[in-house]
Each structure stands twice: as structure tokens, then as C-alpha cells.
């Protein structure tokens, strides 16, 4: 259980960096055609959190309790690109969202289970 606490808390800073100013955060911003919607940030910030430790959790649940890192960085990619990213490109579509936005979004998710590959590649 602790190897997911420490993905979910790495999810959330790959996600701050992603989000910000220095990387993505102006063009997500100018991609939604302006800044996220007011909203309590705990809220935000405390339900998006445990989105993030239920992946992470599952993501355990999938790697096994010794993936070795080759295995669980492999599961990363596939989590991250074949699953999660590849949805978001299907509702992005229909939504008539950008492929930039999606490039945005879809790339955090996989940099997100990658970074789960390695934590758990490495805690086994």
C-alpha cells in the first residue's frame, strides 16, 4: 500500500510541473480557451488525489507484487498510451477538442503511469 501512496503523491507532482506555466500550462489554458473553471482547490485538489491513488492502487493490482522495472515500465506505456490516452482521444473527437489538447492531456497520463512503472519497478 505504501508503493501506491508514493505513485499517487508522484502523479501529483509530475502533474503540478505538467500543468504549469514552465511547461504546459499556458497552452492548456489558451487550448480550453481559458484558465479551469473556479472551483474549491481542496476539493479539487483532495478528489483528484484519490483518482490518483485508486490508478495507482489498480496499477499495483495489474504490476503484481514484483513486476521487475522492464515489466512494470512496459505496463506504464500501456496503461498510460493504450488505455487512458487512447480513451481521452475518443471523447476528445466527439467533444471536437484539439489534438494539441489531447497531445497535453494524453501526454500527462502516460508520463503519469510511466512514472508508476518505475515506482513500481523499482519498490519490487
Known amino acids: 500500500m505504501w ?8 502523479s501529483f507532482v ?11 500550462g499556458k497552452a492548456w489554458n489558451a ?3 481559458s ?3 473556479p472551483g474549491h482547490p481542496g476539493k479539487v485538489f483532495g478528489v483528484s488525489f484519490v483518482f490518483s491513488l485508486a490508478a495507482a492502487a489498480c496499477f499495483g493490482y495489474l504490476a503484481g507484487p514484483a513486476p521487475g522495472l522492464a515489466r512494470a515500465m512496459e505496463l ?7 488505455l487512458v490516452a487512447t480513451s ?3 471523447n476528445y473527437q466527439f467533444a471536437q477538442r484539439t489534438f494539441r489538447l489531447w497531445m497535453i492531456d494524453g501526454g500527462y497520463h502516460v508520463a503519469q503511469f510511466l512514472l508508476f512503472g518505475l515506482i513500481f519497478g523499482l519498490w519490487g
Open 35 to 37: 484558465p479551469a473553471a
Open 14 to 24: 509530475i502533474g503540478g510541473l505538467w500543468y504549469s506555466p514552465m511547461l504546459f
Open 88 to 90: 481521452f482521444g475518443i
Open 3 to 10: 508503493v501506491a501512496l508514493l505513485a499517487a503523491v508522484s
Open 31 to 33: 487550448e480550453n480557451g
Open 76 to 82: 506504464g506505456v500501456i496503461a498510460g498510451l493504450g
